[in-house]
């Protein structure tokens, strides 16, 4: 792990400490620059879970990735800061109103006096790392969470935006994972007709005031709750949005 690349990657240059501070730094400053994409599976590019080959694709060529991606280096980066991390299975809430299967997300815990929920590979979620114990609404420029205890060590993210009911997001346990847990999933979102991922491209950042997607054809852009799309004219345009407003050269 080049520590020195990922934090230029990130366009970090704070503490190093190990600390809930340095922690909700680097979580906000990933999610700003690394963008969550799955554009390796519509352009025939394997992927392969482990450091080595993340870190070579997200620093070294600038890319994104999902959350397999995006959270499982992330974790080798605290690890090498010194941070307690562990790989967490979870499923997602979908549009009928049921959690997927285990190991459909990866999110971490981070343990330092207090635990933490750490995540930079779920989209359009908390900015912010979550703690995990407090109990109560954790406000964030995306609305309101907050970590629902199901069982003794099974919980559920819940949100609630702008004037709108509370819903979950996902829910995981503390069980300890690793990159081979996940693998049949990540195999499955790579090739599977049925995974949304396989369905369409997309690219998506985080900004200081909302959020920047292009899905296909489309680039929708958020500013304070202010929601805009414009059409891609065509493929060069396309290329070219993801170049200058993602930092992606395909």
Not at 118 to 128: I, N
Not at 145 to 166: A, C, K, N, Y
Request: proline share 3%.
């Amino acid at each position: 792990m080049d520590v020195s690349a990922y934090l230029d990657r990130i366009d970090y240059r704070g503490s190093l400490d190990p600390t809930a501070e340095t922690l909700h730094r680097l979580q906000l400053a990933h999610l700003y620059t690394v963008p969550f994409e799955n554009l390796s599976i519509h352009y025939g590019e394997p992927i392969v879970l482990d450091d080595e080959a993340l870190f070579e694709k997200i620093v070294l060529r600038r890319r994104g990735g999902f959350c397999y991606e995006l959270n499982g280096l992330f974790a080798a980066l605290l690890r090498k800061l010194g941070f307690e991390v562990t790989m967490l299975s979870a499923g997602v809430m979908g549009s009928e109103r049921e959690f997927s299967t285990e190991f459909d997300h990866m999110a971490l815990l981070v343990c330092l006096s207090e635990r933490w929920l750490v995540d930079v590979g779920f989209g359009d979620s908390f900015r912010e790392p979550l703690q995990l114990d407090q109990g109560s609404e954790q406000s964030q420029l995306e609305g309101e969470f907050r970590i629902d205890r199901t069982g003794e060590r099974r919980f559920i993210v819940m949100q609630r935006g702008r004037e709108e009911q509370w819903a979950a997001q996902y829910r995981f346990d503390l069980t300890p994972r690793a990159y081979q847990d996940f693998g049949p999933r990540c195999l499955y979102h790579q090739t599977s007709p049925e995974s949304h991922f396989t369905q369409k491209r997309v690219c998506s950042l985080a900004t200081l005031r909302g959020r920047i997607t292009l899905s296909e054809m489309r680039l929708i852009t958020t500013d304070e709750g202010k929601r805009a799309e414009r059409a891609m004219a065509d493929q060069e345009d396309y290329l070219r949005t993801l170049r200058e407003d993602f930092g992606i050269t395909l």
